[in-house]
């Protein structure tokens, strides 16, 4: 059996290229992906947990901590698509804070767009990290502390909020002032 490097779909030995993206079979065994800086197995975020977290975080999260993943699994193509969902995620909540405060823009346009966002990532690197990981890992990595990430996340989120109510506070002095 083989293995494709890049997404992990298995095929039979007499296949030479992956159906789903066109990349390099590998040997099933053993896994062909570097271990850890100390020969053992990488210290990874779990990418399962990071998606789910991207829920309330938006893909930025998420496609942030794949793409350290990635890195560290030594897949140097994943982590860069990652991060340009990363940055796509902060150019899109860059544009939807400015707007937040045009009428004629209408709301249900940035939620649509929200959603195809966490979607699209999702589906298109998020899914197969996570099947990835489960598959060649299962349980046996080790897991890198979520404190950091949850705190910087939760501190963002919370700015984003004060900065939010205090331009609407703004936006109503200005109107009651005329």
Same mark, same amino acid.
């Given at each position: ?104 823009? #209408?709301?249900?346009?940035?939620? !649509?767009? @929200?959603? $195809?966002? &966490?979607? /699209?990532?999702?589906?298109? %690197?998020?899914?197969?990290?996570i099947k990835y ?11 890198? #502390?979520?404190?950091?990430?949850? !705190?910087? @996340?939760? $501190?963002? &989120?919370? /700015?984003?909020?004060?900065? %939010? ?11 009651r002032s005329q």
């Open positions: 059996m083989k293995r494709c490097s890049y997404c992990g779909k298995e095929y039979d030995d007499t296949v030479t290229a992956c159906a789903v993206d066109g990349q390099a079979l590998v040997p099933m065994s053993p896994p062909a992906i570097p271990a850890g800086p100390t020969g053992q197995s990488p210290a990874l975020w779990n990418p399962n947990a990071a998606a789910c977290w991207s829920l309330l975080f938006t893909p930025a999260f998420g496609a942030y901590l794949h793409a350290r993943n990635a890195e560290t699994l030594g897949r140097a193509d994943e982590a860069k698509a990652n991060r340009v969902w990363f940055y796509l995620s902060i150019a899109y909540l860059v544009v939807a804070f400015v707007t937040a405060f045009i009428p004629a823009i #209408p709301e249900g346009l940035f939620r !649509l767009a @929200a959603l $195809g966002l &966490l979607l /699209g990532w999702y589906f298109s %690197l998020g899914k197969k990290q990981v489960r598959d060649v890992w299962r349980d046996g990595y080790e897991r890198k #502390p979520w404190k950091k990430p949850l !705190l910087i @996340a939760f $501190g963002c &989120l919370a /700015g984003a909020f004060v900065a %939010l109510c205090g331009l609407a506070f703004a936006e109503e002095l200005f109107f």
